[in-house]
């Protein structure tokens, strides 16, 4: 029997096409994953991006299991219960959102951007090292935000969830924005202190923006609370500030006390129940 072919100290069934390394390969072909390295321990390290989006998993085999991705990892539109056999690291995007995940375990140590939308998770346990941007996690049925990195550089996108807290939430957002809109939040203690891009908490059951101190360079979006008055907050915006449909219909001179808004015109909305303050 020739024995030329196979791979010194290695698997011989992998030398003749037929071992574990055979059935990675065949797989990730299929999946048409390429620029890809097999490591000793069977793991996949791929120099670009891999897109395995809506394939109907529910699973990676037990079979495979990424290491390093150099580029961005897709796995969205699937039906994925669990992240096993996902990359240890992603260094650009991991967008795992719309599919059935109940947590992020599993998911890779280091990301750029995680997108995580469109599940059912109720906490950021097992939140990878955001290396880079930001986080989006809206639509799940997130109870908690704590964990999270206190400064992006991108964003935060905790909308369409259930928190009643921004604990354990990030403190700075550099460049992007921060939105908490549509849970079931009664204060924005523990937002925010800084946020260079816009601020959204619409559509929440704030009833008091009080002991609030932020500096916002964008937009400030209020509106849809319970917010009564506008006493004791430290806010500085800088382009608008909009908090009409709350019980209180504030009136420009009343919102100009206590925002400091540097050069912006304050108008009433006419078909609003609000203030609105807008760039001229």
């Known amino acids: 029997m020739r024995t030329s072919s196979f791979i010194r100290g290695g698997n011989p069934l992998d030398s003749i096409g037929i071992g574990q390394r055979a059935i990675i390969k065949e797989w990730l072909e299929k999946m048409g994953i390429q620029n890809y390295s097999i490591n000793e321990d069977y793991s996949i390290d791929v120099k670009y991006s891999v897109d395995i989006s809506g394939r109907g998993l529910e699973k990676l085999p037990d079979f495979i299991k990424f290491g390093i991705v150099e580029g961005s990892f897709y796995c969205q ?18 967008i795992c959102y719309r599919n059935e995940l109940t947590s992020l375990e599993y998911s890779p140590r280091k990301v750029g951007i995680l997108s995580c939308s469109y599940n059912k998770l109720t906490s950021l346990e097992f939140l990878p090292e955001i290396t880079a941007r930001g986080i989006v996690c809206s639509y799940n049925r997130l109870t908690s935000i704590e964990g999270c990195p206190s400064v992006l550089h991108w964003g935060f996108d905790c909308s369409h969830n259930r928190l009643t807290s921004l604990k354990g939430g990030p403190k700075r957002i550099k460049s992007g924005s921060y939105d908490c809109s549509h ?16 601020f959204s908490c619409k559509k929440n059951r704030i009833k008091s923006l009080r002991g609030l101190k932020a500096t916002i360079e964008g937009n400030f979006d209020c509106r849809n609370n319970e917010i009564s008055d506008l006493n ?21 001179e009343y919102v100009k006390e206590h925002v400091k808004v540097g050069k912006r015109a304050i108008v009433i ?4 129940s609000g203030a609105y303050m807008y760039n001229k």
């Open 77 to 94: 539109n699937n039906n994925l219960i669990s992240l096993k056999g996902c990359p240890d690291e992603v260094r650009l995007y991991f």
């Open 183 to 198: 849970n079931r939040l009664i204060s924005l203690r523990y937002g925010p202190s800084k946020v260079e891009g816009h």
């Open 232 to 252: 004791d907050i430290s806010i500085t915006v800088g382009r608008n500030f909009e908090c009409y449909n709350n019980p209180t219909k504030f009136t420009s």
């Open 269 to 272: 909305m006419p078909f609003t």
